[in-house]
């Protein structure tokens, strides 16, 4: 940017065949007042665990001359400790975000000649991940109402034969968490890794099983969670995985040293120190989850059982136009590329009244519900 006239385009450099004529991804992130688009908590950090936070990186700014534990076992004591089922230290492996881990673990089980497979729609990023790695994307399929039986899954497993399986359970975009007995059944007949990424298992409703459970006797089994959404620690970037120590080893091999800062995990140790403050604001956003859920169906629209922190809903039309209109009320929601689908994050109540005021105000939504109209081409 600071070269003015002469910036080099992208299409002038040799970059990869695969990467030419793609653009970054991500969710817009516009100065909006309800902004309810990428799931994060709308809760801020509470004064008692900023003050915590500031303390704990405070201590580390001293020893900055120096690269942090390479290999954060206190960190990953903690974690361990948090998730129970008996883990420790050697089968918990943290990096910045599950996104890290997740590229970590194509980086060590995919790459080039190598596949990955997941059942859409599932979460955007595990495809990217795939073709940063060079590792093929298999898009496997779920029923027309988002669900997946362990019978549909085994068969598209069967079929192509990956290299790893991604699962994902609550699952993003549509909510509703996985049938254990669907994890179960993929890991007998996948022939390589099987991933379950559980960002949102904290919201899960009750009785939901984490795949945490079926780890012991099951080697090429990964549990991914994030210190991102119920903890609301999105901007601290903390991820982890819990899997037989085997599968640590086999990521260690492809992490870069020192990729976790001295401050990272000085902020998540302190912020797991304050678990039960932070997480007690996962049954009021389940609430307002359930609340959403619930005012919708009112309102006649189609809407996915929701295990996580956001819902989707159908708007009865076109959901580019729909999205718009209740961004011109001041209300970010998510366009995930689903026809005549919109996804929005559960927050605080008064984010809740926003969101249903301008589904409203928004003709699209209004009772009585409208018949959905086939539009010719999806946006
Ligand atoms: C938000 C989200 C994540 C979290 O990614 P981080 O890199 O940990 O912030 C992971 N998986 C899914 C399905 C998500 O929706």
Not at 32 to 41: A, I, K, Q, S, W
Not at 130 to 149: E, K, M, Q, S
Not at 171 to 191: E, F, H, I, Q, R
Not at 264 to 279: E, G, K, Y
Request: hydrophobic fraction near 45%; charge should be negative.
């Amino acid at each position: 940017m600071n070269h003015g006239d002469s910036m080099t385009g992208l299409e002038e450099l040799p970059i990869r065949d695969d990467l030419r004529g793609l653009s970054p991804y991500g969710a817009p992130q516009l100065d909006v007042p309800v902004r309810l688009n990428t799931n994060e908590n709308s809760y801020p950090v509470p004064e008692a665990v900023v003050e915590a936070i500031g303390k704990a990186v405070a201590a580390e700014l001293r020893d900055l001359n120096r690269y942090p534990d390479r290999d954060a076992v206190a960190l990953r004591a903690d974690l361990a400790g948090y998730l129970g089922h008996g883990l420790t230290v050697d089968g918990v492996w943290a990096a910045n975000g599950s996104n890290e881990i997740q590229q970590q673990l194509l980086q060590a089980f995919g790459g080039p000649g190598r596949s990955a497979l997941g059942f859409t729609p599932a979460y955007s990023m595990h495809p990217l991940l795939a073709l940063g790695t060079g590792t093929r994307w298999v898009p496997a399929r779920r029923d027309v109402d988002f669900g997946l039986t362990a019978d549909e899954a085994v068969a598209q497993v069967r079929e192509h034969r990956p290299d790893v399986v991604f699962l994902c359970s609550p699952n993003n975009p549509t909510g509703t968490a996985l049938d254990p007995a669907v994890v179960a059944a993929v890991l007998d007949v996948a022939p390589g890794m099987v991933v379950v990424d559980e960002a949102y298992a904290e919201f899960a409703r009750p009785g939901t099983v984490s795949a945490l459970a079926v780890l012991p006797g099951h080697p090429r089994l990964v549990v991914t969670r994030t210190m991102s959404k119920a903890f609301g620690f999105a901007g601290g970037r903390l991820g982890y995985l819990a899997a037989d120590p085997a599968v640590v080893a086999a990521v260690q091999l492809v992490r870069l040293p020192y990729h976790l800062s001295a401050l990272t995990q000085a902020a998540a140790r302190a912020a797991l120190a304050h678990r039960d403050v932070l997480l007690g604001t996962v049954t009021a956003i389940m609430q307002q989850r359930d609340r959403i859920v619930t005012e919708l169906r009112g309102r006649g629209l189609r809407v996915a059982d929701s295990d996580a922190n956001f819902v989707l809903y159908s708007v009865g039309g076109d959901q580019a136009e729909a999205w718009q209109a209740m961004l011109a009320h001041g209300v970010l929601v998510r366009d995930v590329g689903l026809p005549g689908w919109l996804r929005v994050t559960a927050g605080t109540p008064a984010e809740t009244d926003a969101f249903l005021a301008a589904m409203d105000k928004t003709r699209l939504a209004g009772p009585p519900a409208p018949q959905p109209r086939p539009k010719g081409s999806a946006r």
